[in-house]
């Protein structure tokens, strides 16, 4: 009897023994499986899957990543394919160059320090009249590419001109014929006369037959002549009227920067006697264009077209603008020269800020140095 007295003491003592231990590792229990089902949530968005880590799962994986290297190999040799390609089209390349070389010089047999075809072909240009204007003018004499393709798409559409690329570049070629005709030089680039030129002949061919041009700042009148002769023959009465003091490359006494011949009125006259430009066509008002007298003389005029391309600082250009864009008809084209070049900043500004905004100005075309508008 006392056996069994002991026996279930012990069996109640391991009894609370167990429940205490068990009341002291709930909280680790429910830890641990808090902990797992939070780890295999994140496994799940993970894209792990349980059947990953048995031996099925390994074996996949396994497989998926011998298809990866063999998809790898095949890049790998297309690369090369196209590698050994392309050495084999340098390899053709430096044929084709070697060759022209040997052409050039004559064939195989040739020289080493015999001349080239194109030593010959410089010592034939050195021989050429015009073989020292590149090293003399510093505005190109060619007409660009992109010049002739905007005047061909933007300004002639705009202007109701239906000119093709050939009559383009056939109008720059006779600048510079003129050109070379004349003392001293054109004072801005073939692209710049282009443009020029295309307002002038659109105003020409205007209702009435009228040209009458203004141009403020003249030089040599190489630019000025090559207008009048754009436009001439279009209008039954065509007239211009040249603003320069004619004392001076920007001030008396001082010679142009690449021409020995004095800006003076009397190289101007002889400009205009040598391309045959009737003077009862022409008004030569020696003068700034700000002077009194100067503006005394056009007091009351209107004209056709103007160009503003003296005193290039903003105080002159703003106020060549402001003088003479009143005398300008409506209707009329106005340029504002040296728009948009990097050496005269204050003249986009200037345009940019007050006049583009007026309310009587029309924006007709910029670029290659020129700001085209119409008075409305």
Not at 307 to 325: A, L, M, Q, T
Request: aromatic share 8%; with cysteine; glycine share 6%.
């Amino acid at each position: 009897m006392l056996i069994w007295l002991f026996v279930f003491a012990a069996i109640g003592l391991a009894i609370a023994v167990a429940g205490y231990v068990m009341l002291r590792l709930k909280p680790a229990l429910i830890f641990l499986r808090d902990s797992y089902n939070k780890l295999t949530a994140e496994l799940s968005l993970a894209g792990v899957r349980e059947s990953d880590f048995d031996e099925t799962g390994w074996r996949n994986d396994e497989r998926r990543l011998s298809r990866m290297l063999d998809k790898q190999e095949v890049a790998s040799k297309q690369m090369a394919k196209e590698l050994a390609d392309a050495n084999a089209e340098i390899g053709r390349t430096k044929k084709t160059v070697s060759n022209i070389e040997k052409e050039l010089r004559g064939g195989d047999d040739a020289s080493a320090n015999a001349p080239t075809r194109l030593d010959k072909l410089e010592a034939t240009l050195t021989r050429h009249t015009g073989a020292n204007a590149a090293k003399s003018i510093s505005h190109s004499r060619l007409l660009s590419e992109e010049a002739c393709r905007r005047a061909l798409e933007e300004l002639c559409p705009a202007l109701s001109l239906e000119f093709t690329e050939r009559h383009l570049y056939g109008l720059a070629n006779r600048v510079c014929i003129l050109e070379s005709q004349c003392h001293g030089r054109l004072a801005t680039s073939v692209d710049a006369m282009l443009m020029r030129l295309l307002a002038g002949m659109h105003v020409a061919q205007q209702p009435g037959g009228v040209f009458r041009l203004v141009e403020i700042g003249v030089l040599y009148g190489v630019g000025s002549i090559a207008l009048f002769d754009a436009a001439r023959f279009y209008a039954k009465d065509a007239r211009m009227t040249l603003i320069d003091p004619l004392e001076g490359y920007y001030a008396p006494g001082t010679y142009d920067y690449c021409s020995t011949k004095p800006v003076s009125r009397a190289v101007l006259e002889e400009n205009l006697n040598i391309c045959r430009i009737p003077m009862e066509q022409v008004e030569i008002i020696q003068g700034k264009s700000e002077a009194a007298e100067v503006l005394e003389a056009v007091a009351g005029r209107e004209f056709d077209m103007l160009i503003i391309d003296g005193d290039h600082s903003r105080e002159g250009v703003k106020r060549d603008f402001e003088n003479y864009y009143p005398k300008l008809r409506q209707g009329g084209l106005a340029i504002i020269d040296d728009y948009g070049v990097k050496e005269w900043p204050e003249i986009k500004a200037y345009a940019d800020e007050t006049v583009l905004p007026r309310a009587d100005v029309q924006l007709v075309y910029k670029g290659s140095r020129t700001l085209l508008l119409r008075k409305i």
